[in-house]
């Protein structure tokens, strides 16, 4: 009876463990759901095909982590047009990328969101805001009519990414400690034209 109960407990322990891992697969998985690009689509005005889209940025712990050490986080939208092919690989005729960077103004209390090395800035009073306005992309220009053949089709695709930068004091010292990065599967469609 004595050997029965000890067979007993490793079992029951087994489960629990099988179970405590499923349950954090399934909290991971549900925090990388909240992560998404919505919706994206083109216009073509003048000839100019411009990329619009709504990424949903989550309210990652580590965003907020990241900004309070000092760093910057890096939000990136990847856009490829590519020429569809039948009897040949497809080839990537546009491959270009939407850089925006979100940082922590301390004197100020506001969090801070620069698109490029120039760019005007935009500040906001919560985390939230800034996440919200760092997916929200308008009027993107990608590609001009000319650089597409009548006769091919194209598809246009996007993904979006976020990064942790380098604290500022440190960037000049370590250009290449960019440590996590999360980033979206592609969102595709066939370019009109």
Not at 22 to 40: I, N, P, T
Not at 53 to 72: F, H, K, M, T, W
Not at 165 to 189: F, I, Q
Request: hydrophobic share 45%.
């Amino acid at each position: 009876m004595m050997g029965r109960v000890a067979r007993r407990i490793p079992v029951a322990r087994l489960i629990a463990l099988l179970l405590l891992l499923l349950l954090a697969v399934a909290m991971a998985r549900a925090g990388e759901q909240d992560f998404k690009v919505r919706s994206a689509w083109v216009n073509v005005r003048d000839a100019v095909f411009e990329v619009n889209a709504r990424i949903q940025y989550p309210l990652d712990p580590r965003v907020q982590e990241a900004l309070d050490a000092g760093a910057s986080v890096h939000f990136d939208l990847q856009c490829e047009v590519v020429k569809q092919s039948r009897y040949w690989l497809d080839s990537t005729l546009v491959d270009v990328k939407l850089e925006r960077e979100l940082t922590w103004n301390g004197l100020t209390q506001r969090y801070v969101l620069r698109e490029g090395e120039h760019s005007e800035q935009l500040s906001f009073a919560t985390l939230d805001e800034a996440l919200a306005a760092a997916g929200h992309v308008e009027s993107w220009p990608v590609v001009v009519g000319p650089q597409l053949e009548s006769n091919a089709s194209y598809q246009i695709r996007v993904r979006a990414a976020y990064r942790r930068g380098s604290p500022a004091r440190l960037r000049a010292l370590m250009p290449w400690g960019d440590g996590w990065s999360r980033r979206t599967e592609w969102h595709k469609w066939a370019l009109p034209h």
